[in-house]
Structure formats: structure tokens, C-alpha cells
């Protein structure tokens, strides 16, 4: 038995287990690989998620259903919808809360850029109505069940801004070209705190049944990301120019990333402000300083070199 099923080995899957197991807690953590954390405390399983049956064997006795989840950029519509559905009836069958790491996708581009836990889901692309659906799903599945949203990640093990963008430029000694505009205000969610926000919230009933964003630091442009970055690694100063717009949607006729990036380019066009004031409030949550996660990114980098 463990006290606690993740599914998912990335960087907010894997940090919920450590901090759990740091605790005393037991943890089952499922990837198709049987990859994760090494600790005594968690048991790494490889299966396949969205197999409702051996999901619902493996959650038995569970507290807590982690979905930490990241299928393909390219197949959500392929592969949430199974995976999902196989964690809400494993959930149930188990009386277990389901802990959902979630984004803000599903508002879709909002007037201002900014969002809180009340902005209608109002998005209209695939990725966004993929979250929509996921989320309306487990709310009428009669479980106890939460989704804490937050923005791009930065921290160890995340891929963003920092590792997509700024990293290669730095290591060729080149400009950054960024698929946005580098001065545009964006919100940067810390992976450590996603994590700590989905136990927190997993283990009060006032979270059940509602979304709630992660406390995240004051929103700062990609073009200041980058100078706290450099000035942290003691990198030269990357020099951060605007991607014309059309240069990404027009890979994307070929290349399907790239068309999957080009739809949710709304986010770095323009303003884009999570609201987490409820969240802090209510449960006395507070972003860890965003220079923590930029040092955590670096030493990442730098292993990686």
C-alpha cells in the first residue's frame, strides 16, 4: 500500500513524490518507463496509464491521486481523454482525492492578459479544449478532486523560456530569438511550487471541487528573465530579439510542433497575468523568489553540459 499515487516522472511529478517521501510518506509513482525519483519511500511502476483497470489496482487504499502527467505536445487530443478518464475511475473506485497539476489553457486569450480561478473557460484551440474537457469531466464524476494551475515553469527540470531559449543562445555566445515579445509582462510558475501547492491543497477539504492557481511570483518580461538569469550564472548578457509571428505559423504547416506552439502563442504575444491572491489567501501559500528557480535552471544547465 502506499499513502500516495503520481502519475507522471516529469519535474512536478517527480518533485510532489520527494517532498512526500521527505515527510515520512509512502509513494507510488507510475510512468510507462517505471522511471522517477530514487528514494526508499517511493516505488517506481511502470505501466500504462491510461489503463483503467491496472490504474485503479495500483491507486488501491491510495490518500491521494497525483495526475503529473505530460503526454506528447503533439497528441493530446490522442492521449489525454484515455489517460484522464482511467485516473477519474481509479479515483473513485478508491474514494481517493484526484490532485490534477493543471495550466491556463482553458481560458483561452483573455482582454489585459490577466486570470484568476474565476475567468470563464472560455478557450477555443485544441490544447484548450482538451483541458476544459479534462477538468468538467472530474468535477461530474462525483470524486473529491481539484486542479491547481499555474503558468510556464521555471526551476529544475523545467522546459520553457530558460531551457528552449535562453540556454542555447547563451552556450553559442548568439541573440535569443524569442516566439514573443520580449517585453511583454508573462507570469513564471516555480516547479517546487506547483508541487507544494497540489499536496497542500490535496489534504484540505476547502480545495475540493474548484481550481485554484499557484502562488507565483510578480510577473516579469522574458527580456528581464534573461538578464537575472545571466547576472546569476555570471554569463555574458544575452542579447533577446522578437521572432516575427508569422515565422512560427508558417513551420507549423509542416513541423507539428511548431504548429502546436503557434497555437498557444497568444501567451507571449501579449500580457500574461496569473492571479493567485485567492489561493495565497485562502491557504497562506507563498511563491518562493524567483531566484531560486532561475539557480535551480542553471545548476540543471550546467549538469547537462
Request: a positive charge; aromatic letters at 6%.
Amino acid at each position: 500500500m502506499s499513502n500516495h499515487v503520481i502519475v507522471g516522472a516529469g519535474p512536478v511529478g517527480s518533485t510532489v513524490a520527494r517532498l512526500l517521501a521527505q515527510t515520512g510518506e509512502t509513494v507510488r509513482i507510475v510512468t510507462r518507463s517505471g522511471s522517477g525519483p530514487d528514494h526508499p519511500l517511493i516505488e517506481r511502476v511502470a505501466a500504462d496509464a491510461s489503463d483503467a483497470r491496472r490504474l485503479t489496482e495500483l491507486t488501491r487504499d491510495a490518500e491521494v491521486l497525483y495526475n503529473c502527467a505530460n503526454p506528447a505536445y503533439t497528441k493530446w487530443r490522442e492521449l489525454w481523454p484515455p489517460m484522464s478518464a482511467a485516473m477519474i475511475t481509479a479515483a473513485r473506485e478508491n474514494d481517493a482525492v484526484l490532485a490534477i497539476t493543471g495550466n491556463l489553457y482553458g481560458y483561452g486569450p483573455q482582454p489585459g492578459g490577466r486570470m484568476s480561478e474565476h475567468t470563464p473557460l472560455a478557450a477555443t484551440g485544441r490544447k484548450g479544449r482538451v483541458r476544459i474537457a479534462m477538468w468538467q469531466d472530474a468535477l461530474a464524476a462525483g470524486i473529491r478532486t481539484l486542479e491547481a494551475r499555474g503558468s510556464d515553469y521555471v526551476g529544475a527540470g523545467a522546459t520553457g523560456v530558460v531551457s528552449s531559449v535562453l540556454n542555447p543562445a547563451i552556450a553559442k555566445g548568439r541573440t535569443a530569438w524569442m516566439p514573443g515579445d520580449p517585453d511583454a509582462p508573462h507570469t513564471w510558475t516555480y516547479v517546487g511550487d506547483m508541487a507544494r501547492t497540489l499536496i497542500a491543497l490535496a489534504r484540505d477539504e476547502r480545495a475540493w471541487g474548484r481550481a485554484w492557481h499557484v502562488p507565483s511570483a510578480p510577473a516579469i518580461s522574458v527580456r528581464e528573465l534573461a538578464a537575472r538569469y545571466a547576472a546569476l550564472t555570471g554569463s555574458p548578457a544575452v542579447r533577446v530579439r522578437k521572432l516575427p509571428r508569422a515565422v512560427m505559423r508558417t513551420a507549423g504547416l509542416v513541423i507539428p510542433m511548431a504548429r502546436e506552439l503557434a497555437e498557444m502563442d497568444y501567451q507571449f504575444y501579449g500580457p500574461f497575468l496569473l492571479d493567485s491572491s485567492e489561493t495565497e489567501q485562502t491557504f497562506g501559500l507563498r511563491a518562493t523568489d524567483l531566484e531560486i528557480a532561475l539557480k535551480e535552471e542553471a545548476a540543471t544547465a550546467t549538469r547537462a553540459r
